[in-house]
């Protein structure tokens, strides 16, 4: 099971970024997938979630919704993060994670598998 993340960058207050995630090794299609971030000195947290397959039902952490949209492209087994509106907040080490569910659950340990991360860097 493999995930690269892809996407990150530098980008001023406002500005958006589209993270990708390209998946391989599983059934894309059969697990949920989740976006957590990871700031300097702090703790991995949850960021969005998606179900499974076609059902696309999404799951957000209050900072974000309304910013940031989870999507997934499953005949490119492909995740995607769409981030606009970014703050400075935003700043971290973005990772995308296959979830051991259909289910996007918020908790680190739902997830078995990780990316190796993409910086997103928010800064004027």
């Known amino acids: 099971e493999q995930l690269v993340e892809s996407g990150g960058g530098l980008v001023q207050p406002g500005g958006s970024l589209r993270l990708s995630c390209a998946a391989s090794g599983f059934i894309f299609s059969h697990y949920a997938?989740?976006?957590?971030?990871?700031?300097?000195?702090?703790?991995?947290?949850?960021?969005?979630?998606?179900?499974?397959?076609d059902d696309n039902s999404n799951t957000y952490i209050d900072d974000v919704k309304g910013r940031f949209t989870i999507s997934r492209d499953n005949a490119k087994n492909t995740l995607y993060l769409q981030m606009n509106g970014l703050k400075s907040a935003d700043t971290a080490d973005y990772y995308c994670a296959k979830g051991i569910s259909t289910t996007p659950f918020s908790l680190p340990?739902?997830?078995d598998a990780?990316?190796?991360?993409?910086?997103?860097t928010v800064s004027s």
């Open 33 to 53: 997938m989740g976006w957590f971030r990871q700031a300097p000195g702090k703790e991995r947290e949850f960021v969005a979630g998606i179900s499974w397959g």
């Open 114 to 120: 990780w990316g190796q991360g993409t910086q997103v």
């Open 109 to 111: 340990g739902m997830y």
